[in-house]
């Protein structure tokens, strides 16, 4: 059995009650479809197993993918491979509907898996998902706090996160540096509901090229983001507020003010989408 590999973010889980209060928090319904992602040496996905009629698990670790093959009965479909690379709307597709998502997660992924689950909304009921508790700190932070910023207000936004309860890295071999967090993010709609965006791309652009430059005000982010002096002075927030003094809802009406003026964004000059 070869080392856990750090690059994997391989910290598996060995406390069985932590384990079943995760899978617990998620009131499963046997016909429910499950994906988890990362299942590791199965500490999650024998819990899961338990309560369902199938599971699908996705794993990068080759080794990791034949021992739980070996491990778990036909219920358990195992894709080796990495999960960025998964299309998860054709998944849910093939599996018959939304689906819901589980996992005690690689850390260094944990915002390209946010934004991969957030691509394919439509397709998702909810997430459980294990991650660092300052990332599970920024996912639920509110406006004129420190951890406010992108990825809150895109997680706020979309699925109206829940930070359910701490892990100690002492439930984890290795032992990791940091401490860990349940989070739960619903997209169907049960949570508080935020206005919609007129044009979901213009609202991801305010946010992130308005954050891009956390320490300006809003004029000077959406100055970085092409547009022009002129069209700003229809605006009727103040656009002398910073980006973490906003709402979600407000962030909502300055996107939609700047679609219904048609005012150009320069996409280019945003950052990546997972570089949140
Ligand atoms: N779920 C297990 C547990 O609780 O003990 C393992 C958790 S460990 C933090 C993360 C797992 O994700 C590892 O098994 C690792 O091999 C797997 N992993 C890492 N990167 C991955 C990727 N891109 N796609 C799928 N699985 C990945």
């Known amino acids: 059995m070869s080392r856990p590999k750090k690059s994997l973010g391989q910290n598996f889980l060995h406390d069985a009650n932590i384990a079943r209060k995760i899978v617990d928090s998620m009131h499963l319904q046997r016909d429910n479809r499950v994906v988890e992602i990362g299942p590791g040496k199965g500490a999650l996905t024998g819990f899961l197993l338990e309560k369902l009629s199938h599971l699908t698990a996705i794993e990068l670790d080759d080794e990791l ?131 919609q965006a007129l044009n979901d791309s213009i609202f991801r652009a305010v946010v992130r090229g308005t954050f891009g430059k956390r320490r300006k005000t809003l004029r000077n982010g959406l100055r970085g983001l092409g547009v022009p002096a002129q069209e700003l002075k229809n605006i009727s927030l103040s656009l002398n507020r910073r980006p973490e003094e906003l709402t979600v809802t407000e962030f909502v009406s300055l996107a939609d003010e700047l679609t219904r003026h048609n005012v150009n964004i320069s996409f280019h000059s945003t950052r990546q989408k997972h570089d949140a």
């Not at 809150?152 to 071999?173: E, I, M």
């Open 65 to 195: 993918a034949l021992q739980l093959r070996a491990t778990f009965s036909e219920k358990l479909t195992l894709i080796l491979g990495d999960v960025l690379k998964v299309d998860l709307k054709t998944l849910a597709k093939q599996l018959g509907g939304k689906v819901r998502i589980a996992g005690n997660i690689p850390y260094n992924i944990t915002s390209p898996i946010l934004f991969w689950v957030i691509d394919a909304r439509e397709s998702v009921r909810d997430c459980t998902l294990m991650m660092q508790h300052e990332v599970a700190q920024r996912l639920t932070a509110k406006p004129r706090t420190k951890d406010y910023g992108i990825l809150s207000v895109f997680a706020q936004y979309y699925a109206a996160p829940k930070l359910l309860f701490s892990v100690s890295p002492k439930s984890f071999t290795p032992v990791p540096e940091v401490t860990s967090a349940i989070v739960y993010l619903n997209f169907s709609g049960g949570g508080p509901q935020q206005p």
